[in-house]
């Protein structure tokens, strides 16, 4: 069964720095790309980016490249998501995918001093 | 950024009869390889997002046949024939032509 288990998620104060993680089982996470997704309280999806399976190319919404990360460790298969100089817009539900097919519980982010 | 623009329906929709989502792009999804590139998702309350529909027709794994996806390079429906309770939730579009892939707010479905 493919799974998807994010954590790291919680209350930080505007402009800190937090990294979400995203454990993958079930499935071989080196053949697949993957991707970060953010819905805030508002219910909005938005795309955060994605990463090449082996590491070696990122994509990124161009609201957030300056700040957000996304890495991958393929022997531990996990996915990560380094979140700078955070802001209370900020504030959402994560969610790590497997390309569309397969997503996390999601990991909560507040934002807020 | 492509922007995705979906429809509302006249919630509640009674239990057994048919529902369509409308999905609109600001840029044709149609690629030249033929394929479309737009997939959709079911949110029900307090779960993550499942994929119902990718390439705008293909049902994704273990999705029921009563769900259907159609359309034209901007124009799609989703439809879902003879609902049901478990078809509560928020409907979303998203394309993923090009970065950023960007999704459309939603559509809820409640059944009466």
């Known amino acids: 069964e493919v799974q998807l288990v994010e954590s790291g998620g919680g209350l930080v104060q505007p402009g800190a720095s937090l990294k979400l993680s995203c454990v993958a089982s079930?499935?071989?996470?080196?053949?697949?790309?993957m991707s970060w997704v953010r819905q805030t309280p508002g219910k909005t999806m938005e795309w955060i980016g994605d990463?090449?399976?082996?590491?070696?190319?990122?994509n990124y919404a161009p609201s957030l490249k300056n700040r957000f990360t996304i890495s991958r460790d393929n022997a531990k298969s996990t996915l990560y998501l380094q979140m700078s100089n955070v802001r209370s817009e900020d504030t959402a539900t994560y969610y790590c995918?497997?390309?569309?097919?397969?997503w996390g519980q999601g990991a909560s982010v507040t934002v807020s001093s | 950024d492509i922007v995705m623009t979906q429809g509302a329906l006249p919630n509640p929709v009674p239990s057994g009869e048919s529902a369509s989502i409308t999905c609109q792009s600001s840029?044709?999804?149609?690629?030249?390889?033929?394929?479309?590139?737009l997939n959709w998702y079911l949110q029900r309350p307090g779960q993550s997002p499942q994929l119902l529909i990718y390439?705008?027709?293909t049902r994704a794994s273990g999705v029921s046949d009563r769900f259907s996806g159609s359309g034209s390079g901007t124009d799609f429906t989703l439809k879902i024939s003879s609902v049901e309770a478990e078809d509560v939730g928020v409907y979303y579009c998203?394309?993923?032509?090009?970065?950023?892939?960007?999704f459309g707010s939603g559509t809820k479905l409640e059944i009466k």
């Open positions: 840029k044709s999804l149609l690629h030249s390889n033929g394929k479309t590139y």
């Open positions: 990463i090449k399976y082996d590491g070696s190319y990122t």
């Open positions: 998203q394309q993923f032509l090009e970065y950023p892939l960007t």
């Open positions: 079930g499935f071989t996470f080196s053949d697949y790309w």
């Open positions: 995918t497997r390309a569309a097919d397969a």
């Open positions: 390439w705008m027709s």
